[in-house]
């Protein structure tokens, strides 16, 4: 195999693919909106860009967070079915 073609484990993923991940959504933009809430004037606030040195200095930076996944939806069990015999005999 030449060194011009690519091996297929590292070929593109399908183009519809998603990743599990998204970031926190802490940007220099969304953490000077309560600062603007609290009454400051514009000309005392920060610039965007001195706020994002700020919170990259405080350790705030766009990290990687897994996507909340929406429950499993479970078929409710039959009535004649040996798991919901157990059941109703366990509640009366």
Wanted: proline share 13%; charged share 25%; glycine share 6%.
């Amino acid at each position: 195999m030449g060194t011009s073609t690519p091996r297929r484990r590292e070929r593109a993923g399908h183009p519809t693919f998603r990743t599990p991940l998204s970031y926190t959504r802490r940007t220099a933009a969304e953490a000077r909106k309560p600062l603007q809430g609290l009454g400051f004037a514009e000309e005392v606030l920060p610039s965007p860009s001195t706020m994002a040195e700020v919170l990259n200095r405080n350790g705030y930076r766009l990290r990687p967070v897994l996507k909340a996944k929406p429950p499993k939806k479970f078929q409710k069990p039959m009535p004649s079915s040996p798991t919901a015999m157990k059941r109703t005999c366990l509640m009366v």
